[in-house]
């Protein structure tokens, strides 16, 4: 039997993302660096020196702009979905949320490392997370769930990562960072659904 609602996680997550957005636009400019400190982005500085953890959570559902909003909903909605139906509604909730976290302490701690200070945000490091995830669950699914292949998918993960890595104003750890923990994190909730063998 289907399970009613199967990804409707994945879309409140979405939805999420896109009311924050509308709202702070309504408010200021969501390309505004200091606009988008104010209202909770991520500065390295603020949270591992003076303890404003929160901008770890906070950073990851701000968006510069609407073509950063737009690129990375169109690869959660797509790809979201089927990890959300792999690992049910909380794992996946909680997958999400904490590849995102660890994400943004990475990049956090790579910034103080580096002394390249600069205000982050966006969803890309749990989207990563989701990435990673469904690269695991393909893997114990000898490489295909639904729609989806392993080859795919990771020609599609280093892809993203190469383009973020050679591209200026990408928050590449933050994306290194989400997609490792993400494969991690699903080792730890997936268990592959097995069935029932009847006979005639």
């Not at 309504?26 to 606009?35: S, V, Y």
């Not at 303890?51 to 950063?68: D, K, N, S, V």
């Amino acid at each position: 039997m289907r399970q009613k609602n199967p990804d409707i996680c994945n879309k409140a997550l979405v939805a999420l993302n896109v009311i924050v957005f509308f709202i702070l636009e309504l408010l200021g400019d969501t390309e505004d660096a200091i606009f988008m400190y104010e209202h909770g982005a991520m500065f390295p500085i603020e949270v591992l020196e003076t303890g404003q953890w929160y901008r770890l959570f906070t950073c990851m559902f701000l968006h510069f702009g609407i073509r950063h909003l737009g690129n990375n909903m169109v690869v959660l909605f797509f790809l979201g979905d089927n990890l959300e139906r792999a690992l049910g509604h909380v794992k996946y909730v909680v997958l999400y949320v904490l590849s995102g976290l660890c994400g943004s302490l990475l990049s956090a701690w790579m910034m103080l490392r580096s002394g390249a200070y600069a205000v982050s945000a966006g969803a890309s490091g749990a989207i990563f997370g989701v990435m990673g995830g469904l690269i695991y669950v393909l893997i114990r699914n000898h490489g295909r769930l639904e729609d989806l292949t392993a080859k795919r998918l990771v020609f599609m993960a280093a892809l993203s990562l190469y383009l973020g890595f050679t591209s200026t104003g990408v928050d590449n750890y933050a994306h290194l960072g989400g997609l490792l923990s993400g494969l991690a994190l699903a080792v730890l909730l997936y268990r592959k659904k097995r069935y029932n063998r009847t006979s005639d």
